[in-house]
DNA sequence: GCGACAG
DNA sequence: ATCTTGTCGC
C-alpha cells in the first residue's frame, strides 16, 4: 500500500505551526454568498487514527447536492503528520485530506469539515486553513463548543445562538439540526458566509445530528484505516 | 502557574 | 480521536 508523504516545509513543532497559522489567516474570505443550498455538490471529508501504529487515514465523499446521493469517494493513508493540539488540529488532518481530495479526481463543491473555520482562537480553523490551500468554498461543522460559549438556541429544529469570543463578537453559530438533540457548531470555512453555511448544515441533516457528508466520510476512512492495519 | 481545549 | 457493555428507544 502507498503511504502519503507530509508535505515538504511542514511544520514540525507549535510554535512553527502557529507562524503558518499567523501567515495563511488573512487570505481567509468570508462573507461569499456561494451557490444555493440543494444545487452543485457537497463533499466531506473525515480522518481516523491509529496513533499506535502512527497511522492516518482520510476520505472525502462527494454527494450530489439535490438528491444527497454518492457521486464520488476517495481514501488515502499516511503517517501521522502533527500531534493533536488543541488550535492545531489543521497540521494533523490535513495532508491526508489533501491526497484524498486530490483522489477525488472530480470537483468537490462546497467541502464540509468536521471541526472549526473561524472559530478558532487565531481564527484559522482547520475549515479554513483547507480553503486557503485549495481555494475551495468550506465550512467547519463541530459536535463540540470547542472554547467558545452559546446560549440556548431552543429546541426545535433550526433554532440557532451565536457562538461568541471574548470580545463578543459572533465567530460561529450553535445550530439544532434535530428537534430536542444537542445542536453542532458552525462557523465558516472560506469563501462563504455563515447564513449559508447553517443553510447548507440544516439540507444536510434531514435525519441525523451530524451531516451526511461527515457520516458517511466517517464510515469510509475508519474502513480505510482497518483494511490499511489488515495489510500490514 | 493552572485548567480548558475541534479531532 | 479512541478505549468499551449494556441499554433504552424508534
Given at each position: ?15 512553527g505551526?502557529?507562524a503558518v497559522?499567523?501567515g ?8 461569499e454568498?456561494?451557490p ?6 457537497v463533499t466531506?471529508?473525515d ?14 465523499v462527494t454527494?450530489?447536492?439535490?438528491t444527497?446521493d ?8 499516511g ?5 493533536y493540539?488543541?488550535?492545531l488540529?489543521a497540521?494533523?488532518e490535513?495532508?491526508?485530506v489533501?491526497?484524498?481530495l486530490e483522489?477525488?479526481g ?7 469539515c ?10 484559522f ?11 475551495l468554498r ?9 472554547v ?22 459572533e465567530?460561529?453559530r450553535a445550530l ?5 438533540v444537542k445542536?453542532?457548531?458552525?462557523s465558516?470555512g472560506?469563501?462563504?458566509?455563515l447564513d449559508?453555511?447553517?443553510a447548507h ?6 435525519r ?7 457520516r458517511l466520510?466517517d464510515?469510509l476512512?475508519r474502513?480505510a484505516l482497518?483494511a ?5
Open positions: 500500500m502507498m503511504l502519503i508523504d507530509i508535505p515538504d516545509g511542514w511544520p514540525r513543532d507549535e510554535a505551526a502557529r497559522q499567523d495563511l489567516r488573512g487570505r481567509v474570505i468570508a462573507g454568498p456561494g444555493p443550498v440543494g444545487t452543485g455538490r466531506g471529508v480522518v481516523a487514527y491509529d496513533d499506535e501504529r502512527d497511522l492516518v487515514a482520510a476520505a472525502a454527494l450530489d447536492a439535490a444527497l454518492v457521486v464520488a469517494r476517495a481514501t488515502a493513508v503517517r501521522v503528520a502533527f500531534p493540539v488543541p488550535g488540529l497540521f494533523r490535513l495532508p491526508a489533501l491526497a484524498a483522489d477525488l472530480t470537483p468537490p463543491g462546497l467541502v464540509v468536521d471541526g472549526y473555520g473561524l472559530a478558532h482562537p487565531r481564527r480553523g482547520l475549515a479554513s486553513h483547507l480553503g486557503v490551500l485549495t481555494g468550506t465550512i467547519g461543522v463541530a459536535k463540540n463548543p470547542f467558545f460559549r452559546h446560549d440556548d438556541p431552543g429546541p426545535q429544529r433550526g433554532a440557532t445562538a451565536p457562538l461568541t469570543d471574548g470580545d463578543g463578537e465567530v460561529g439544532r439540526t434535530r428537534t430536542d445542536p453542532v457548531y458552525v465558516v472560506h469563501r462563504t458566509g449559508a453555511a447553517c448544515t440544516l439540507h444536510l441533516t434531514p441525523y445530528r451530524v451531516p451526511e457528508t461527515t466520510a464510515r476512512c474502513d482497518a490499511a492495519v489488515r495489510s500490514l
